[in-house]
């Protein structure tokens, strides 16, 4: 498998100085295309962080990350939206829809920065909530629409530039056990189909479902295993 993203060394630190922080402490680790890895710890254990770094939504402060070989750290911020509208396709806990929008509108929103015309971003946000079985729901607004299906419109708008990446944060946090289950078939169909998933969860039970599950607690790697075996670190 060849390698999609790569940190070496990699560092967040808050506060510098004498009460500093390193929220990440110099952290090595690499992700193959087609992973499903799960990063799980507790409150305060540093998967937030990565998160964030791995999402290009923040950069470190030492070490490097390459993403397709691309060194990503030095990035502005407009290169790295650049990057995360192209390569990483988000799914918060929260869901993160535009409350005054439809659900076919907030699957269009990445589609409209990537310049797609009209009628090319309808057809493409359509075949994406027909995906996720809510092509009933096209002009429902999420106020109108139950915790399941929000995070269903999630996936969808995360699928809507076919970008290689899937970051899911906490993704059933906020479902009812029934939704989650779905919310979680839907990431296993994504990973077949060849898509790198990359779940960030406390819950052990959501990590086991993945390939790989790499442990934080106090912003470095304590347990690292792929398919229950343990990988040296």
Do not use: W
């Given at each position: 498998?060849?390698?999609?993203i790569?940190?070496?060394?990699v560092s967040?630190?808050y506060n510098r100085?004498e009460?500093?922080?390193?929220a990440?402490?110099?952290v090595?680790?690499?992700?193959?295309k087609?992973?499903f890895i799960a990063i799980?710890?507790?409150?305060?254990s540093?998967k937030?962080t990565?998160?964030?770094i791995?999402?290009?939504?923040?950069?470190p402060?030492?070490g490097?990350?390459?993403l397709?070989?691309k060194?990503?750290?030095?990035?502005?911020e407009?290169?790295?939206?650049?990057i995360r509208?192209?390569k990483?396709?988000?799914?918060f806990q929260g869901f993160?829809l535009?409350t005054?929008l439809?659900?076919l509108?907030?699957?269009?929103?990445p589609?409209?920065y990537?310049g797609k015309?009209?009628?090319?971003?309808?057809?493409?946000?359509?075949?994406?909530?027909?995906?996720?079985?809510?092509?009933?729901?096209?002009?429902h607004?999420?106020?109108?629409m139950?915790?399941?299906?929000?995070?269903?419109v999630?996936i969808a708008?995360a699928?809507a530039?076919?970008?290689p990446i899937?970051?899911?944060d906490?993704?059933?946090g906020?479902?009812?056990?029934?939704?989650?289950e779905e919310?979680?078939?839907?990431?296993?169909?994504?990973h077949?189909?060849g898509?790198t998933?990359?779940?960030i969860t406390?819950d052990?039970?959501?990590a086991n479902?993945?390939?790989r599950v790499?442990?934080?607690s106090?912003?470095?790697?304590?347990?690292n295993?792929f398919?229950k075996e343990k990988?040296?670190?």
């Amino acid at each position: 498998m060849s390698k999609l993203i790569k940190l070496i060394e990699v560092s967040k630190i808050y506060n510098r100085g004498e009460n500093e922080v390193r929220a990440i402490n110099n952290v090595s680790l690499e992700i193959n295309k087609g992973d499903f890895i799960a990063i799980v710890g507790s409150s305060g254990s540093g998967k937030s962080t990565m998160m964030n770094i791995l999402g290009c939504l923040d950069v470190p402060d030492e070490g490097k990350y390459l993403l397709d070989e691309k060194d990503v750290s030095t990035l502005d911020e407009n290169e790295l939206s650049s990057i995360r509208n192209k390569k990483i396709g988000f799914i918060f806990q929260g869901f993160n829809l535009i409350t005054s929008l439809t659900a076919l509108e907030n699957v269009e929103l990445p589609l409209i920065y990537r310049g797609k015309g009209k009628k090319e971003r309808e057809e493409m946000a359509l075949s994406m909530l027909k995906r996720v079985g809510l092509e009933n729901r096209l002009s429902h607004k999420p106020s109108e629409m139950s915790g399941g299906q929000q995070q269903r419109v999630a996936i969808a708008r995360a699928l809507a530039t076919a970008p290689p990446i899937i970051l899911a944060d906490e993704p059933t946090g906020n479902l009812d056990s029934k939704s989650g289950e779905e919310v979680i078939k839907i990431l296993k169909e994504l990973h077949k189909e060849g898509k790198t998933i990359i779940l960030i969860t406390h819950d052990d039970d959501i990590a086991n479902i993945a390939e790989r599950v790499v442990r934080f607690s106090d912003g470095i790697i304590i347990e690292n295993y792929f398919n229950k075996e343990k990988i040296i670190v």
